[in-house]
């Protein structure tokens, strides 16, 4: 059974930085792509960043290029969400998800395509 637990959130004020962790078990992870997910309230859920296999092809959501990086760590079968310069609009409840594919560069922000989901962490970011 794939578990995905996040770590990593908490209440920081605007221009602060926080690094999410999520670490992987229960499966393989270097088949896994990777993605952070996030809900604001009344929002629906998006994709902010997508990681493939091979740890070199991301995607990000246009409001976070620049300030957000995505990495993996293979060894330790964890997904890091560096978030840098965060603004009271990245306020949200944020999730790690998985899904497993063939392919080393593949990569998606559909998230019905993800299969596993963590619990969330919350991060609020007050201005």
């Known amino acids: 059974q794939v578990q995905l637990v996040e770590s990593g959130g908490g209440l920081v004020q605007a221009g602060d930085s926080l690094k999410l962790s999520c670490v992987h078990s229960?499966?393989?992870?270097?088949?896994?792509?990777m993605g952070w997910f996030r809900q604001a309230p009344g929002k629906d859920r998006e994709a902010v960043a997508t990681?493939?296999?091979?740890?070199?092809?991301?995607n990000y959501e246009d409001s976070v290029t620049g300030r957000f990086i995505i990495t993996r760590d293979n060894a330790k079968n964890t997904v890091y969400l560096q978030m840098l310069n965060l603004k009271p609009e990245d306020t949200a409840v944020y999730y790690c998800?998985?899904?497993?594919?063939?392919?080393?560069?593949?990569?998606?922000?559909?998230?019905?395509?993800?299969?596993?989901w963590g619990q969330g962490t919350q991060v609020t970011v007050s201005s």
């Open positions: 229960g499966g393989t992870f270097v088949l896994a792509v």
């Open positions: 990681i493939a296999r091979s740890g070199t092809h991301t």
């Open positions: 998800a998985a899904l497993y594919s063939a392919h080393f560069d593949y990569t998606s922000t559909t998230e019905a395509e993800y299969v596993y």
